[in-house]
């Protein structure tokens, strides 16, 4: 048998004998995970291949080795071990190596494949929430910043519903001793101040706004991914601007200045949480007021946010432990060395063996620790590319800097009362148990598990008392879908209304414009707001312009918004164009819809979709019928 065809090289992993059973649980920016059970344990692990090409991808595995390594904790995605190829331990120096393998624990799905069968009832959205902060809160006490929470980086074993966060690949180091300063003024000047850049420009956050709102939202109502429909960063913005009111002046100041235009009068919010989110109770509107704040030094830290009292039910700060060894900032300057190591492999060789070995037994194997020498401070820091994030020494010269993005100081009180927290003899999970988690109100369906019948006979989780629900979710939500897809295709049959009108007063213009004996002299500076497009004039008397065709695609309408030689327009002739945004976002948005349609499917917002992940362990949402007729209700629905 050739070597590839053997186990050990399936998928392309080049593991040791002991893992077998591989089976692929998905891809990722970074490779394919498996799943295989451990021959040593007889347990399922996860398994996932760090591909080491250049200085990078070097940089980031190693990164991600170091910090998962080090957080242990109940709502963390625990890492058994770090392997090299053939299932051989991490060699000293393993910036040589071309592939690393972490072998974590199997979480059996993801938060991301649970909210594709719509949001979940409060009960279990609370605990949830819950679990997340309480992992959170162990993070930054560890003063790491996730960097990626997304639903699809929030794992879940549904029998006990318990929550671990994971993917730890974009994660970093920041030492809340040191200020993290950031040339924010310049980058923002230098990308022509994008709005994207306002909602992260206050570098504590963990995570982008919009990803947390979604999160949070997406859990509790069937609108929760409201949030992320913008059709570009302007209009998502928009979106945010109506709920979320900018209370800073600073914030006020920079929106201002790059989208005038969105700003609503006197900055009132149109639809406050309250109201977009009738259905969700006080106390959860409360409490999403508190965490998605506008401006990040607002909202409650993760270790505010377990007391507040939406969480009351769960929150037992005794329980909801920090992290006793925390990252400084000299881990993260090690992380520059890296790169300096790959690209010059010399004299900087020990330093980085040392450093990626800080800590002593790390690498477990076969339940045996190997322990490693101490690790190795520099002040060396020569990562250039990611320069906006590396944290500063504040002993080196910071009056240059512009703009401070820190570390929340809030944080500063806990890092030293972590022993306060050693008692682990109670988990959240009793507690839940304990207080009544059985007796959650879900009001429908709580089956994670559709189409795993097996399921049905296993559950027993809420002390004990295992409950069979025959319904599936699905089928709930689909009356939601039901009603958001009329009322959905009258909005579009609008919307396509409107962009012909648009393009016809275009049109208008361009011909008003083209006859004009003389055009007009005075023009506008360039700005967001008056700096409107036309399209390209005739090159000479005898050209004349093309009426746009109706949007078929996208290419042909980007085409003409995009063209090079657009020319600022004549003030008095602003009012009867149109707003470029505007125009953009809903041109796309109708070409989407339009091949959306003529692929026979709908996406995200019209609730039809096909399957297009590889069956693996995860429970799968069955697939829906091809006709838009909901499935026959159960007697329970
Ligand atoms: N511990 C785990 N248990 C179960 N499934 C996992 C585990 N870790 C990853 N997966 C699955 O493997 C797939 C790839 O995950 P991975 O973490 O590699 O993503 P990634 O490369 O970081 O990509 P992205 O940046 O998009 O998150 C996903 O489908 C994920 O659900």
């Known amino acids: 048998m050739a070597r590839q065809d053997t186990p050990l090289f399936l998928h392309g992993f080049d593991l040791s004998g002991h893992f077998v059973d591989l089976r692929p649980l998905g891809t990722g920016v970074t490779g394919l995970v498996l799943s295989a059970v451990d021959q040593r344990t007889g347990q399922r692990v996860a398994i996932k291949k760090l591909v080491m ?53 199997c979480m059996e799905t993801d938060l991301a494949r649970l909210l594709e069968q719509g949001p979940l009832p409060t009960g279990h959205a609370t605990l949830l929430f819950y679990q997340l902060l309480r992992g959170l809160k162990f993070i930054h006490s560890a003063n790491v910043l996730h960097r990626d929470l997304k639903p699809a980086n929030i794992f879940i074993n549904t029998d006990q519903l318990l929550l671990k966060i994971g993917d730890f690949g ?59 429909n913008g059709a570009h960063e302007l209009e998502q913005m ?24 969105y700003v609503s009068h006197g900055w009132r919010v149109k639809k406050p949480f309250s109201e977009l989110l009738p259905e969700v109770d006080a106390q959860a509107v409360d409490f999403l007021e508190r965490i998605l704040t506008f401006h990040p030094m607002d909202r409650l830290t993760a270790e505010a946010a377990l007391s507040h009292p939406f969480l009351q039910q769960y929150s037992c700060p005794e329980d909801e432990p920090t992290s006793t060894h925390p990252f400084r900032i000299e881990d993260e300057l090690e992380d520059s060395l890296i790169t300096e190591h790959k690209s010059s ?32 401070i520099t002040s060396d820091m020569g990562d250039t590319t990611e320069d906006e994030e590396v944290q500063r020494d504040p002993r080196a010269n910071s009056t240059s800097l512009l703009e401070e993005a820190q570390v929340d100081p809030r944080k500063y009180s806990h890092s030293s009362s972590a022993e306060r927290f050693l008692d682990n003899s109670h988990s959240s999970l009793d507690r839940a148990s304990g207080l009544g988690f059985g007796e959650l109100d879900c009001g429908r369906s ?51 209304a409107d962009l012909f009108q648009e393009i016809s007063r275009w049109v208008e213009s361009t ?83 339009n091949k959306e349609k003529g692929d026979g499917k709908k996406g995200k917002d019209g609730g039809w979709r096909e399957e297009t992940k590889q069956p693996n362990i995860h429970k799968r949402v069955p697939r829906l019928p091809e006709h838009r007729t909901p499935p026959p209700q159960t007697p329970n629905s």
């Open 238 to 261: 928009q979106l945010i601007l109506d709920s979320v009111p900018v209370l800073r002046e600073e914030d006020r100041h920079d929106l201002l200045q790059v989208m005038p235009s």
């Open 511 to 593: 011909h008003a414009r083209l006859h004009s004996p003389s055009p007009s002299p005075s023009f506008e500076p360039r700005s967001p707001t008056c700096y409107t497009s036309s399209p390209p004039l005739p090159l000479s008397p005898t050209d004349q312009p093309t009426p746009p065709s109706p949007p078929s695609s996208t290419s042909s309408v980007s085409q003409s918004v995009n063209d090079s030689s657009f020319e600022p327009l004549p003030v008095k002739q602003k009012e009867r164009l149109f707003d470029l945004d505007v125009f953009i976002s809903r041109a796309l948005k109708l070409c989407r819809q």
């Open 53 to 105: 090409r250049d200085t990078v991808t070097v940089k980031h595995a190693l990164r991600e080795v170091k910090i998962t390594r080090r957080l242990h904790h109940e709502n963390v995605v625990r890492v058994h071990e770090v392997l090299a190829p053939y299932g051989r331990p991490l060699p000293r120096d393993p910036t040589q190596l071309s592939a690393l393998y972490i072998v974590q624990e």
């Open 345 to 376: 492999h010399s004299g900087t060789s020990s330093r980085y063996e040392n450093s990626l070995s800080t800590d002593v037994c790390w690498q477990h194997s076969g339940g045996k620790c190997r322990c490693m020498p101490p690790g190795h």
């Open 170 to 228: 974009l994660a970093r180091i920041v030492d809340p001793h040191y200020s993290h300063k950031v040339k924010m003024k310049l980058i923002l000047s230098k990308t022509g101040r994008k709005p994207e850049l306002l909602l992260n420009m206050h570098g504590y956050s963990d995570g982008s706004f919009v990803q947390l709102m979604c999160i949070v939202l997406s859990c509790l109502t069937i609108t929760g991914d409201l949030f992320c």
């Open 446 to 496: 709580c089956d994670y598990k559709v189409g795993s019948p097996s399921y049905l006979d296993k559950i027993a989780w809420r002390e004990g008392k295992p409950q069979h629900y025959s319904e599936p979710k699905l089928i709930l939500d689909l009356s939601h879908w039901k009603r958001n897809t009329s009322k959905q295709e009258e909005k579009e049959e609008e919307e396509t």
